[in-house]
């Protein structure tokens, strides 16, 4: 069985720039998390979907941060414009649904804001 | 609010010697609780969680973990310590209301030697 996939697994780009991350939960997963994760921190919940709708984006900075997984699949985070503080790692993770205690992350996208 | 305190940012340890790495959790009710662990450019991976049954709790690995409700911790340990478990360690705990929004301590970076 195929994990969660994230691409791109390295990113570099200048600030004031956009980025975007893509993320492809396990297979019939329905819940799908995006997570920050700063250096040395555990992750930080941004946005949580079940399904197609976001059920939880209080921790998403919504200013700059963009986030949808339109046919309730994958999903894409996007920044625009970056600051220098969004250097970190950001994860996707997925569950069989709300309930499920257990999540399944994927490796990450590090993202280096110059 | 739910919050796990993680006691010790890094610990080391000789390969074949008891493993201890601990956590302390604050919650208004009773906790459910897990050890996630993040190999180096690996995704994050439940090693063993704690719902309201047995106290003490078996995970993969070899790993174990004992919910003490007086004492307010979940201590992970591991009788004998390989190479590969060198890694970091989280300890987190879920919202009472929702399953699957998890709050992450700050992790354990565990180092094995020789």
């Known amino acids: 069985e195929a994990g969660v996939v994230q691409s791109p697994r390295y990113k570099i780009i200048e600030k004031k720039q956009p980025v975007a991350f893509w993320c492809n939960p396990i297979s019939g997963h329905n819940t799908l998390y995006w997570y920050l994760q700063n250096l040395g921190q555990g992750p930080e919940l941004l946005i949580r979907?079940?399904?197609?709708?976001?059920?939880?984006d209080s921790q998403l900075p919504k200013d700059r941060f963009s986030a949808e997984r339109l046919k309730g699949v994958d999903s894409t985070l996007k920044i625009q414009p970056a600051e220098l503080g969004d250097s970190a790692v950001y994860l996707c993770?997925?569950?069989?649904?709300?309930?499920?205690?257990?999540?399944?992350f994927g490796p990450g996208t590090r993202l280096t804001v110059t | 609010a739910q919050s796990v305190t993680q006691l010790d940012s890094h610990v080391s340890v000789s390969e074949g010697t008891p493993v201890l790495l601990r956590c302390n959790y604050s919650?208004?009710?009773?906790?459910?609780l897990f050890w996630y662990v993040q190999h180096p450019n690996k995704g994050l991976q439940l090693l063993l969680k704690y719902t309201s049954a047995a106290t003490l709790v078996k995970g993969i690995n070899g790993f174990e973990a004992e919910f003490k409700k007086s004492e307010t911790s979940f201590h992970l340990t591991k009788p004998s310590a390989h190479m590969s478990d060198a890694a970091e360690y989280f300890c987190v705990v879920s919202d009472p209301g929702t399953a699957s929004k998890l709050t992450f301590g700050t992790g354990t970076r565990l180092q094995v030697t020789l």
């Open positions: 919650s208004s009710y009773s906790p459910s």
């Open positions: 993770a997925s569950s069989e649904d709300g309930s499920s205690y257990e999540q399944y």
């Open positions: 979907y079940e399904n197609e709708e976001a059920v939880d």
